[in-house]
Nanobody, 122 residues
Framework: VQLQASGGGLVQAGGSLRLSCAASGRTLRGYHMGWFRQAPGKEREFVGVHWRSGNSAYYVDSVKGRFTISRDNAKNTVYLQMNNLEPEDTAVYFC????????????????WGQGTLVTVSS
């Protein structure tokens, strides 16, 4: 599966952005779809994952209640809705696909999008 992330940009603190991750080559139905981010000078970190079965997701505490991951199987696309953004959310955001039962780690993912930059100004 090939992934293409988009939707990043510059937003003021408190604002919202929706990132998209469009897949080609295979349907996303069989994958847990995760989002990661890498802030300047920091390692890439896990943000959350949308489970392949059911309509539920898991988030790290720092984004819980502000970020929502959803998917549109008809469009073969996964979304990351980010609300109430904070300057600390500034990072390059990556989507990724996993079939691993514990998709909380980078090594659990078999396909990655190229990343899209989100900049939150204070």
């Amino acid at each position: 599966v090939q992934l293409q992330a988009s939707g990043g940009g510059l937003v003021q603190a408190g604002g919202s952005l929706r990132l998209s991750c469009a897949a080609s080559g295979r349907t996303l139905r069989g994958y847990h779809m995760g989002w990661f981010r890498q802030a300047p000078g920091k390692e890439r970190e896990f943000v959350g994952v949308h489970w392949r079965s059911g309509n539920s997701a898991y988030y790290v505490d720092s984004v819980k209640g502000r970020f929502t991951i959803s998917r549109d199987n008809a469009k073969n696309t996964v979304y990351l809705q980010m609300n109430n953004l904070e300057p600390e959310d500034t990072a390059v955001y990556f989507c990724a696909a996993s079939i691993n039962v514990t998709p909380y780690y980078e090594h659990s993912y078999i396909a990655w999008g190229q990343g899209t930059l989100v900049t939150v100004s204070s």
